[in-house]
């Protein structure tokens, strides 16, 4: 499959580029400025993080959490977030978000600059897992370019699976998954999958809270 080929190609670049992941956050104030939202948003209790990267969003979210779960599947980003985000609150797992399945249940569910990187046609699926972690009354909440982000990607056009090619300093370049959702798509979508969603733009992001269908069962039939 397309999908398998593209999202070990991302995995090789993630595991490749963790010295050199961070910055965006070095060179985008807006995206230094967007950390910040952690303070606003309905983060509490225990708190499932899918894809911590670097855990540049993990150790605000301990801030505010009970505990943390921060999954990634890369060992090199794994490896710089226990260093950045060291902290009793927090445990971190190795795992491929695609094939994890969580054994708890979560207040809350967060990601941020993932949903972009998971394929159209996995995202049922996906949604299906974060239903699967939260806990009665939790939500899920995440943080990803908006549209306007395109601008700063070298997209690949005529490609079978949304995509943008990522260079390294060594040269090296890789294709990942590249999905821009509109807000506004993107909450009809969940409607569809009978998530309540609020999805805002912010600074050509979004930040978006969601709460699961009130019948799971129902959630994975339509997956």
Known sequence: MEDDALLAEQMSYYDDGAAEYDRPYTKYESLRKLLTVVDDLPITGDVLELACGTGQWTALLAAR???????????????????????????????????WEPQEHYDTVFFAFWLSHVPPARLPAFWKTVAAALAPGGRAIFVDDGPAMSAEEEILSDHPVPAAVRRLDDGSQYR?????????????????????ARVRPVAGRFVGIAEPPPNRTQAVARS
Do not use: N, Q
Not at 73 to 90: G, L, N, T
Not at 184 to 192: A, C, G, Q
């Open 176 to 196: 990942i998954v590249k999905v821009f959702h509109d807000p506004r798509t993107l909450t009809e979508d969940l409607t569809s999958l009978g998530w309540a």
């Open 65 to 99: 959490a009970r505990s943390v779960t921060a999954v990634d599947a890369s060992a090199e980003m794994v490896a710089v977030a226990r260093a950045r985000a060291a902290s009793p609150k927090v445990r971190f797992v190795r795992a491929d978000v695609f094939d």
